[in-house]
């Protein structure tokens, strides 16, 4: 059994890496052509940017896959050790939690790389050192004290019943809601600073918006993103009564008023289908179907990796594998997520203008530096939104594309 996860998890790290030199070669052969939605140098840079991000992923899983050897080769066993403790629960604590801490710590280096190398070079990054040290921090004592209290609660229902991986489902699948709605407001607590939209036209002009599709807000907010970022975006957070929409300043300073509608507009959009809603469904039948797995591993299993089937070996195991579950859901959850992405722009259409919602994705293009052609086995993995050309093109754009038809999603019927 040991040797046929490492099998798949060998198969899952190079299927990664295939994927990554197929998008490589594909975004060095098309930056040769005539630009699309961008000027010819910065066409040029959105697409060197997208192949050094691509490079750090292939080393990172090439890493991810050395740790998870070396776990499954006797490090899970040395820390179970390491870490004993005359309390169970203690010891379920400790091992767990030194798992994510010891993953995280050799996979940081990482980040830093892509925060401090490659999007410094491109203009992205305006995060001061002490800034990202601190989000680091805060991050990390999140996820111990989170972490800790999931860990708690699934040990405890280990221990309390046999069906403990149909009820460390529920647990978990409720612990998502309620991130779901607290999103925002951890979000503004501890890293974003949060202020009520000082426009009132603007604001006026976004409540008519969300009374058209019946969303009611708490707020509508601006986040001081530009302090780490220069990249746009928005999103609505929260569930029910939490829900918020905030607006990143770096969107406020380069759209329009008319644009920001647009864009308000596609977002509404996916509340209007209950796309949040089934994204929760779609991330709880996953979840469901991991549970169900780990809750009927075999013994020989333990044996293999001379343990004995206990809460955190459980939970270890669990945390190891999840990257190859998640990435073998992902072609299904994209493929969901891309048809509602192309339904938002319709009713983004709708709400604030097809003109407009072009003008403001063209923009989104720009600022962002996307580089809007990717190869198809890259979209199939990995993309939860469809091509921008063809959005574009699905929002009555006549934007030509000098690629091969192959290398383009098809334009869905209006």
């Given amino acids: 059994m040991l040797t046929m996860i490492i099998g798949f998890y060998t198969v899952y790290i190079f299927i990664r890496l295939y994927v990554s030199v197929m998008q490589i070669g594909f975004i060095n052969q098309v930056k040769r052509k005539k630009a699309i939605l961008l000027s010819e140098h910065d066409y040029i840079d959105a697409a060197n940017y997208a192949v050094a991000k691509e490079k750090l992923s292939m080393v990172e899983a090439m890493v991810e896959y050395a740790l998870f050897f070396v ?18 629960l203690l010891h379920t604590l400790y091992a767990v939690l030194g798992l994510i801490l010891i993953n995280g710590i050799l996979m940081a280096p990482f980040g830093w790389y892509s925060k401090f190398k490659i999007d410094e070079q491109y203009g992205f990054n305006r995060s001061s050192v002490g800034q990202y040290i601190k989000d680091t921090v805060i991050s990390t004592l999140l996820t111990i004290l989170i972490g800790g209290l999931i860990v708690w609660g699934i040990a405890a229902i280990i221990n309390a019943s046999e069906l403990w991986w149909l009820w460390s489902f529920c647990f978990i699948f409720g612990v998502v809601v309620m991130m779901n709605m607290l999103f925002p407001t951890v979000r503004a607590l501890f890293f974003d600073k949060v202020t009520p939209l000082d426009n009132p036209q603007l604001q006026e002009e976004i409540a008519t918006l969300m009374e058209k599709t019946g969303f009611v807000s708490s707020g509508v907010f601006v986040s001081d993103a530009s302090k780490r970022d220069t990249r746009l975006n928005a999103y609505f957070g929260g569930l029910g009564k939490s829900k918020r929409v905030v607006l990143f300043d770096t969107l406020l300073q380069k759209l329009t008023p008319q644009e920001l509608i647009a864009v308000l507009g596609h977002e509404l959009g996916h509340f209007a289908h209950g796309d949040l809603y089934k994204n929760i469904a779609m991330v709880g039948v996953m979840l469901f179907a991991m549970f169900a797995g780990f809750g009927n591993l075999p013994q020989s299993l333990y044996l293999q990796l001379g343990v004995s089937p ?16 998640s990435f073998v859901m992902m072609p299904l959850m994209g493929l969901v997520s891309r048809h509602n992405e192309y339904e938002a722009d319709r009713k983004g259409s709708e709400l604030g203008g097809a003109v407009h919602l072009i003008s403001a994705l063209t923009k989104l293009v720009s600022e962002n530096k996307s580089f809007p052609l990717s190869h198809p086995l890259y979209r199939f993995f990995h993309t939860t939104h469809p091509p921008v050309i063809e959005r574009l093109r699905a929002l009555g754009s006549d934007i030509v594309a000098d690629v091969t038809e192959d290398f383009i999603d098809p334009c869905p019927e209006l």
């Fill in 71 to 88: 776990w499954m080769a006797g490090a899970l066993t040395w820390l179970d050790e390491l870490l004993m403790s005359q309390s169970p």
């Fill in 310 to 325: 206990s809460p955190h070996i459980m939970m270890m195991l669990f945390i190891l594998l999840m990257p190859m579950v």
